[in-house]
């Protein structure tokens, strides 16, 4: 069992733009004053730029194309729709805007089968979707696969019931909280829990500041350090830039790296780079046109490959 993989899931955008129906809740989303031709170019030259990175490291890409039809501005963001686990095991999860439901294609776990990979059974929540309940993959869990612990902020997308069944389902033990951030003066729950934590093997980045609750924020740290994990804060204003927003994966002979946006690179600390880098090298590449249009970065277009191969 180990935390990071060598093979990550991206999908290639060819209509990228700021989706009206997710900036609702989105507080990172901003409207880019360019036309939406404009915008996807920008948003392919910065995927093209981060992928090569990525394999430059010996990381194991997938990428898969995305289709004119349906429309889905956010498909460059995967791991909200599937996730991919150890035993073979693949989660497909309900979305809270309409038009980002298209995003689930069979043919792209087709592309996997294809590739080697094992495929032994389908765990599919998306029937919540009818009584208005949504749980958006690895973008509301974050998972500690080798601990068998799952952390979740609450927000209009994570619900709570649906996250403990997923941990049932998948066997991993709920940590449950709420996350915010203060916009307009309100404190108003995070979208995403992958924007304010990331847990890689031996550490985790974490935005203490917006669990408000004392007893959750204890709760979380308490988890955290119980597994051995060094714990590396961020402030509010360092998560606004993505700070909270990295994935670690495996290259080249098991080296791990942590990835994140060139935004989130320059808004960590010396001390913050110190620390991750005492356990890793760190990636990152620039995705501006992608982080202020989709209110996502890095992490949110790494949907990671576990599954074992043929």
Known sequence: ?????????????????????????????????????????????????????????????????????????????PNNWVSFHENGNVGIYPMFAENRRNERRDDILETLEEKGFLIENIVDYTSAEAEELYLEGTGSIILDRVHKKAYCALSARADEELFIEFCEDFEYTPVVFTANQTVAGKRLPIYHTNVMMCVADAFAVICLD???????????????????????????????????????????????????????????????????????PIIHSSLETIETCGGGSARCMMAEVFLPQK
Request: hydrophobic fraction near 35%; glycine fraction near 4%; include cysteine.
């Open 1 to 77: 069992m180990k935390q990071a993989t060598n093979t990550i899931l991206m999908i290639r955008p060819v209509n990228f733009r700021m989706n009206e129906q997710t900036a609702v809740n989105n507080y990172f989303q901003e409207n880019l004053d360019m036309v939406n031709h404009d915008i996807n170019i920008k948003a392919q030259n910065e995927f093209d730029a981060f992928t090569n990175k990525l394999r430059e490291k010996g990381v194991n890409v997938v990428v898969v194309e995305d289709t004119l039809d349906p429309d889905t501005p956010d498909s460059i963001f």
């Open 210 to 280: 917006t669990i408000d609750d004392k007893k959750e924020k204890k709760n979380v740290v308490d988890h955290l350090k119980e597994d051995g994990k060094e714990i590396i804060t961020i402030t509010e204003a360092q998560m606004h830039q993505f700070a909270g927003n990295m994935l670690q994966v495996q290259g080249m002979g098991g080296q791990t790296y942590l990835v994140m946006s060139t935004t989130a690179y320059n808004s960590l600390t010396l001390e913050n780079k110190k620390a991750i880098e005492k356990h890793c």
